[in-house]
């Protein structure tokens, strides 16, 4: 069909080109009326499949609208939270404040990160080139960025620092004011490090620093020399992992510290601030990002603190017994059964359930070390007691080991064997019994033997 039929069958075309009554219709010739097609009715599966999406739009709409409510009031209008400083490499903007000795962060008072001792602090972090750093000199650090695209489309456009002078904390945070204005603060930071002895980070070792080590590429800035790095995120998952409910950094406030943030901004919410603030709004809205950021550099000196004081008592009483049974594992990592010890049973004793059945396990590990044998099955049969289902396979399993080869109880090593399953089940398993009843066999020919008895 050509153009003027089709426009003709949409009601003709008027001067100038635009649809509506034709001045003089042009005649045509008459055209038939298409065949009406029955659209057809979708499968049970795509109806399925519209109501699922229709459904996870739904979520996310929900989901986008809840973070949104989450964010604190907006500040009343005013300056951006952070003043001008001129350097010899440019202007910088800081926000700065100093807390005193005494301040605390939720339970825990900042200052008494300054009592951990180097060696403590290697063998929490299971990084012996600790153990010689001098800790008065740490650097806490944490970044505010423009998402997490990764790359070279993420910018740090707020490097918060916090350092001890005495007893009290400086927090020092360097804000971007404009994209491209780096250097200056890179230039800050690399001669803030220049005087650490080391970065403390929440994640750092897998974000921050490696982000800020690009910017300092990309901006033509001499990269600071490597400092050694404590990333308190993997000391957390081996002490906190018990706890079962994750170790982000805002959890581990408010069930380890009690701290709860009141109208703190969602971390969604962070790079479409500043991307306001870049096209002309407020500089007081990003007052709860600085907030957001002070928070969590406060956090990083209490928690190393806490880590290191509860460390150090080896299982106080009145601890979180989940909270004893990771630092227990960490002391064993660290080759200091002793510690591992004190912790594993300080667990035993704070609780009757699983943490328990696991703590004893571990203690029965280190007295099998140390060549107790008997203390060992003790421990096992205790745990035994409590364990949940899942737990008592590998228990039984370790039993059977034990009384085979240390106690040389073959019937008992049999009896155990038998109920190992999953913890060791086809070819091994059916090996380990037929090996004992062998064993039990043999002994108890020669048993009758030695009796004068016939066979």
Known sequence: MDLKRKLARLGGVGPGGKPGASATPAPAAPVAPAPTVEPEAPSAEQAARVAM?????????????????????PPPPGPLPAEPRTTPHGVIHVAERLLPPEHHHGSAPL?????????????L??????AGVDFQRMLFLDTETTGLAGGTGTVPFLVGLAWFEGRSLRVHQLFLRRLGEEAPLLRELAARMAQASCLVTFNGKSFDWPLLRTRFVLNRVPVPAELPHLDLLHCARRVFKHRGSGTRLVHLEEQVLG???????????????YFRFLRGAEGSA????????????????ALLGLLARRFRASGAEGEDPRDMLGFAGVALRARDPERALAFA????????????????????????????VRTA????????????KEQTAPLHLSLAKLYEHGLKDLPRALHHARLCTPAESGEALRRRVERLERKLSKATRASTLDLGEPL
């Open 377 to 388: 099955v003790a421990n096992l049969q205790r745990a035994l007691a409590s364990a949940r």
């Open 125 to 130: 972090a299971l990084q012996p080139g600790l």
């Open 345 to 372: 049973q300080a667990a035993a004793a704070g609780d009757s359930g699983a943490v328990r059945a696991e703590a004893l396990a571990l203690a029965s590990r280190l007295s099998h070390r140390g060549g107790d």
């Open 111 to 123: 200052a008494e990160a300054l009592d951990a001792e180097a060696a403590l602090v290697a063998s």
């Open 286 to 301: 990003l007052t709860p990002v600085l907030e957001h950021n002070v928070n969590d550099l406060l956090l990083l000196a």
């Open 53 to 73: 999406l229709r459904r996870m739009l739904g979520e996310l709409t929900e989901r986008h609208g809840t973070a949104l409510r989450r964010g604190p009031p």
């Open 259 to 273: 701290f709860h943030r009141v109208g703190d901004v969602d971390g969604a919410l962070i790079p479409e601030l």
